[in-house]
C-alpha cells in the first residue's frame, strides 16, 4: 500500500509539473504574441518618449512636454526632406555614418537635433499663445481637418487600401491620423502666433518709420547704374593676369556717359558673337542694374555700395573696381527713394466644389459658383476690423495656408498690376488692382471676385497702401520687435533630451 501511495503521490507530482510547464509555456506564447502585434501595430512608438522638452523654472528643471516617438519621427523626416533639397543629405547617404568626427555624431543625429530644436521652439512659442489667450483665434483644428482630406486623397490615389496604410509608408509604425493631427495642429498653432504677433501685436507708426528713415537713409535708398565684369587671364599657378581687364574697363568708363554708351564700348570690346550669348540685344541691356540695395549691390563686389551711395555721388561718375580676377567698370546713374505704392490686404478663399465634381457641366458650375459668391458675400455683410476677418478667414477658408497666415499678403506693389505684352493681365487682375490701390479705399474695404476658370471665389480685404520705402522701413522694425519677443519668451533655459538609440530602434 505504502508502495501504491508514494507511486500515486510521484504522478501528481509529475502532472502539477507538466501543468505548471504547459502554463508557462503558453504564457511565453501569449507574450510572443501579444509582444508580435504590439510591434506591428506601432503602439511602442506612440507612447514612447523621443524627445523631452525642459525648462529651468526657480533653479529646478522642469518637464514641460514629451514628444512620442512617432511624433518626433513626423519631424524627423520634414528635417531630412528639407536637408537632401538643400544637398546637405543625398538620397543615397547612410544616415547612420558619421558626420563629424569630432564627436561621432551620425547624421541621424544631426537630422533629430534639428527636429528636436524645432518641437522645443514650437512648444514654448505654444505655451505663450495659450497664457495670452490667442487658442479661441486660432485655426489648427480646420487645418488639420483640411490636411487630413488632402492625405486620405492622396492615399486613395497611389492605391493605398487606407490613410493609415499611407502614413505609415511615410513615417513609419505607430504614425496614425491621431498622431499626425497632434502633428498637424502642434504646427499650425505655432506659425499662425508667430504670424499673429508680426501682425497685430507689433506694430510701427508713421512717426517711427520716418525716424529710421532719417536715422539711416541708406537702407532704404535704391540706385540704378550700369556695370560689366572683364575676367583676367588665369596662369598655371591659378593667379590671374589682370592687366588686359583692367585696360578693358578703363576703356567702358572712358567711352560711357549713359547706359546706352556703355553697353556699346563693352560690346566693342567682347565683340558681337559674345555679347550675343551674354543677351545683349535692342530690348534688353544686362549691364544696366535697376533699384539696387546697398546690401545687394555689395554682392557683386566689395566697396560697390560705398561707391554708388556716397553723398557726393553725381549722375555720370565711373570707377572701376579690381579684384583678384579681373576688373569692374562701374558707372552711376541715379540714386533715389522708392515711393512706389505697395499693397497690403488679406484673401479668403472658397472652393467651387461643384467645379470639382467628376461630369461637371457649364450649368452646374455656374450654379455651384453663384452659390459660393452668395456664401463669401455673406461672410463680409458686416463691416469687421483685421482681426474679427483674421477669426473668418480662419474658420472658412479652403485654403490651408490662409489659415496659417489669416490670409495675409503684404508688399505687393502697384506695377504688379500693369498689363503689358510680355505680362499680360487677365480683367480679373485688372479690376483688383484697379480695387487695391483706389484713392478712394480704406482699411476694411472688402471685395469679392471669382476666378476666371469659376473654380472658386476670392474675398479680399483691405488693410493700406504705403511708399515702398515706408512698407520696407515697418518690415525691419517689426521684424527687430519679433526678434526681442522671441528672445524674451525663450527665457529659462529651454532644452531638449533626444532619445536617439530607442528613436532607431522603434523606427521601423
Known sequence: MAKDKKRADSGIKTAKRNKAIVIALVAFFAVIVVGYFVYISGLLPKVMTGVKITKTVDGVTQTIDNISVAETNY???????????????????????????????????????????????????????????????????RYADLSLESAEQTATLYGFGSVE????????????????????????????????????????????????????????????????????????????????????????????????????AVVEIIGQETADLAGFSEDYNPTHAESYTSASADMITEGLSDFLFADEREEGDTIVFETEQGAYAVMFERRFVNEESTATYRTLTLYNDAAQESGATPESIQAGLEQTLAEANALVATPMDSLAFADVVKSNSDSVSEIITAGYNDGTAASRFESTEENPLTDREIALGNWLFDSARVQGDTLVLASDDSSYVTVYYFENVVPEWMYTARTQLVTGYVNSWSNDILTGDPSYLIAYDLIRRLSY
Not at 543629405?89 to 555624431?105: E, G, H, P, Q, R
Not at 496604410?165 to 502642434?186: D, F, I, T, W
Not at 535704391?222 to 592687366?243: K, N, P, Q, S, W
Request: aromatic content about 14%; overall charge negative.
Open 165 to 264: 496604410q499611407y502614413l505609415q509608408a511615410l513615417y513609419g509604425k505607430g504614425m496614425s491620423s491621431r498622431v499626425l493631427r497632434n502633428c498637424l495642429e502642434r504646427q499650425c498653432l505655432t506659425q499662425e502666433y508667430e504670424n499673429y504677433v508680426r501682425q497685430f501685436l507689433f506694430t510701427a507708426s508713421e512717426e517711427e518709420l520716418n525716424a529710421a528713415f532719417d536715422a539711416n537713409p541708406t537702407v532704404y535708398q535704391r540706385v540704378d547704374f550700369d556695370y560689366y565684369f572683364f575676367a583676367g587671364e588665369m596662369a598655371e599657378d591659378g593667379t590671374y593676369d589682370i592687366d588686359e581687364a583692367v585696360d578693358n574697363a578703363n576703356d567702358v568708363i572712358d567711352a560711357a556717359s549713359d547706359a546706352d554708351s556703355f553697353a556699346a
Open 75 to 141: 519631424h524627423y523626416y520634414q528635417v531630412l526632406s528639407s536637408y537632401m533639397n538643400y544637398g546637405i543629405i543625398s538620397s543615397s547617404t547612410d544616415v547612420d555614418a558619421v558626420y563629424d568626427t569630432t564627436n561621432n555624431k551620425t547624421y541621424r543625429q544631426l537630422v533629430l537635433d534639428q527636429a528636436a530644436n524645432e518641437l522645443m521652439n514650437s512648444t514654448i512659442v505654444n505655451q505663450e499663445a495659450e497664457r495670452m489667450g490667442y487658442l479661441p483665434h486660432s485655426g489648427a483644428s
